[in-house]
């Protein structure tokens, strides 16, 4: 028998999930989704985030941040 590969499933993350992720408080996450800080979405009224999409964003701001400021003449 040939084993199928199914695709490798996504973890969706809760607020407090993200909150314990981060190392913030929960009211922080959600201040950052609600201003479109942070990637997410809503599922029943409540905040959603997929995993794999915000660790790309947060590496993408760290690579973002740590780039050196051109030098001034």
């Known amino acids: 028998m040939s084993e199928e590969?199914?695709?490798q499933r996504t973890q969706i993350m809760t607020?407090?999930?993200v909150a314990k992720y981060l190392g913030v408080h929960s009211m922080t996450v959600y201040r950052l989704l609600k201003?479109?800080?942070l990637p997410g979405f809503k599922v029943g009224?409540?905040?959603r985030t997929k995993k794999e999409v915000l660790d790309n964003y947060l590496?993408?701001?760290i690579d973002?941040?740590?780039a050196p400021e051109p030098?001034?003449?």
């Open 64 to 66: 973002k941040n740590a």
């Open 15 to 17: 607020l407090k999930e």
């Open 5 to 7: 590969k199914r695709p």
């Open 35 to 37: 201003e479109k800080k």
């Open 59 to 61: 590496l993408k701001e």
């Open 71 to 73: 030098k001034k003449k």
């Open 45 to 47: 009224g409540q905040w």
